[in-house]
C-alpha cells in the first residue's frame, strides 16, 4: 500500500470571498487537505513560510505576484520528516496569479521526486487549476502529476463528499 503525505499551504484570516472580504478562522485549502485525509488516510504537513504575508489579503496577493514574476523562492520554516518514504503526495494550494504560491516551489525543488505520484489539489474564487499542473510537471521532472482538483474556496467548508471521492479515485 502506498505511503500518502498531504503537504499544503493555506491562508486563514482575511480572504477572497464570493467577491468580498472575509476572516476565516481556518483555511480553505486546509480544510480539503483534512477531508483528503479522512477519505484515504494519510499525513498531513502545512508549510509555512519565515516571513508571514500581510494579514490584508489584498496586499497579501500583491506580494504573492511579486514573489511570482521574481521567481521568488520564499524561506519556509520546516520541511515535512521522512519525504523520500513518501510514494503518493496530495500538493495542496490556493491558485494566487494561476499557480501554486512560490513557497510551494521552494518545498518542491528541494526533492527528487522521481517515481512519486503527486496529485494536486487547489482553491480559488474562480481561476481553477490555472498553470499549477503543468508548472508541477516541469519543476518535479521524472514523477507523475495526476488530474487536480480545483475547489471553489466558497465552498470548501461543503465539499467534503467531492474531495472524498476525488481523492479515493486518485489513487
Known amino acids: 500500500m502506498a505511503k500518502i ?17 472575509k476572516n476565516i478562522d481556518k483555511g480553505n485549502t486546509e480544510r480539503v487537505a483534512e477531508f483528503i485525509q479522512k477519505a484515504v488516510g494519510g499525513d498531513l504537513f502545512e508549510v509555512d513560510t ?22 521568488a523562492r520564499p524561506e519556509i520554516k520546516a520541511y515535512p520528516p521522512n519525504f523520500r518514504e513518501y510514494d503518493t503526495i496530495f500538493i495542496g494550494y490556493p491558485n494566487w496569479w494561476g499557480t501554486m504560491p512560490m513557497c510551494m516551489f521552494t518545498l518542491l ?35 507523475t502529476v495526476k488530474k487536480g ?21 486518485s489513487i
Open 109 to 143: 525543488e528541494k526533492y527528487d521526486l522521481t517515481g512519486k505520484t503527486l496529485i494536486p489539489f487547489c482553491t480559488n474564487e474562480g481561476s481553477g487549476m490555472g498553470s499549477s499542473e503543468r508548472d508541477l510537471e516541469n519543476l518535479c521532472k521524472g514523477a
Open 149 to 169: 482538483l480545483s475547489v471553489h474556496g466558497a465552498e470548501a467548508a461543503e465539499s467534503e463528499s467531492k474531495v472524498s471521492a476525488w481523492a479515493k479515485n
Open 50 to 71: 519565515v516571513k508571514p504575508y500581510s494579514e490584508s489579503y489584498m496586499t497579501c496577493i500583491e506580494e504573492a505576484k511579486q514573489e511570482l514574476r521574481a521567481k
Open 5 to 21: 503525505l498531504i503537504v499544503y499551504y493555506s491562508r486563514k484570516g482575511e480572504n477572497y470571498w464570493n467577491g468580498s472580504l
